[in-house]
């Protein structure tokens, strides 16, 4: 179990080896640490022999390890044997249900993932948020809005990715008009935009994209601590209106005077501005630094 909680795959697998050859029985934990690590490295072929070994032995009489074999499948992109593996288990928890959810999301099969939200018994906060966002990954904002709103009327109180996430599906709308409300839950449930950059960096993009850059401007000024996110939200949104100028200062102040490595998303934006205000040769310039000083690949975007 040691070395597969440390990445180290070879090792786990050799040290399995071991124990079969000299009788010993693993245990579910065994198993459970020898799953995670075929995920972590997308061996499909190995996590079913495993998986094999695994109900020959000790079946699925603990959940956890059956959460491990779904977490495995998944992430060597097989949900199909995920839901196998679901659907066979005698008994599940909350993970369980919000794991293969959330991968259904990811495959962009929100019908799948709607089917089995409604059929889990307790609708958690996790839960909710994995149908939130999966809607928002899909592009679906109306649906992410329906299900926060039914989110709410449950009871649930939603946290910062929630609120992220509703955020981003009135960004996806150009709906401004539910911002008050947005920022409203988020005070009201702990997270002020000023104090969380997962909330903030929602609302600049929010704004920008409903074209109240200004209010996107004082969202970002007001936060205490800002990531890759919140600038290149607000290096895009000032690019995406005009504001060439004050997109490549913050782009400049940003690589100077803080830590922060710009990714795809930032470019996008400083490249958007150059093109914005014809200035040819200093785009060629940031476009050459991506890679050379900053390991960013150029994408087609």
């Known amino acids: 179990r040691g070395y597969a909680v440390q990445g180290k795959f070879a090792e786990a697998v050799s040290m ?15 198993f459970s640490a020898l799953l995670k690590a075929c995920g972590s490295v997308g061996d499909l072929n190995l996590g079913r022999q495993f998986h094999a070994q695994t109900f020959r032995l ?18 060597c992109d097989s949900i199909d044997c995920a839901r196998k593996v679901f659907d066979e288990m005698p008994e599940r928890d909350v993970i369980s249900w919000t794991e293969l959810i959330a991968a259904y999301a990811r495959v962009g099969n929100m019908e799948s993932a709607a089917e089995l939200f409604e059929s889990l018994p307790t609708k958690d906060m996790v839960a909710w948020t994995a149908m939130v966002t999966g809607f928002v990954q899909n592009v679906k904002p109306q649906e992410a ?13 939603p946290d910062e990715v929630t609120i992220a996430g509703f955020i981003s599906a009135c ?7 539910f911002a008050d409300r947005a920022v409203e839950i988020a005070r009201k449930s702990g997270y002020s935009p000023s104090d969380h950059v997962v909330i903030g960096s929602a609302l600049i993009d929010m704004y920008s ?12 000024e007001s936060m205490n601590n ?12 000032l690019a995406m209106h005009g504001r060439a100028q004050e997109a490549l200062d913050l782009f400049h102040y940003m690589v100077s005077e803080t830590a922060i490595k710009p990714n795809t998303v930032t470019f996008v934006g400083v490249l958007t501005a150059c093109s914005h205000a014809g200035l040819v040769e200093q785009g060629r310039q940031i476009f050459a630094s991506m890679h050379q000083t900053f390991g960013v690949d150029p994408t087609r975007d």
């Not at 000790?58 to 992430?75: A, E, L, R």
């Not at 809005?145 to 109180?157: A, C, D, L, Q, V």
């Not at 994209?209 to 200004?214: D, F, Q, T």
């Not at 209010?215 to 970002?220: D, L, M, S």
């Open 226 to 237: 800002k990531n890759v996110f919140s600038y290149s939200s607000m290096i895009l949104g």
């Open 209 to 220: 994209k409903c074209g109240n850059v200004e209010e996107a401007v004082n969202v970002f």
């Open 58 to 75: 000790s079946g699925f009489c603990i959940v956890y390890v059956g959460n491990t074999m779904i977490d495995m499948y998944v992430k």
């Open 16 to 30: 399995y080896g071991c124990m079969r050859k000299e009788g010993i029985t693993p245990v579910s934990f065994t």
């Open 171 to 177: 960004a996806q709308l150009g709906a401004s008009r």
């Open 145 to 157: 809005i329906e299900y926060f709103n039914r989110m709410e009327k449950s009871g649930t109180r």
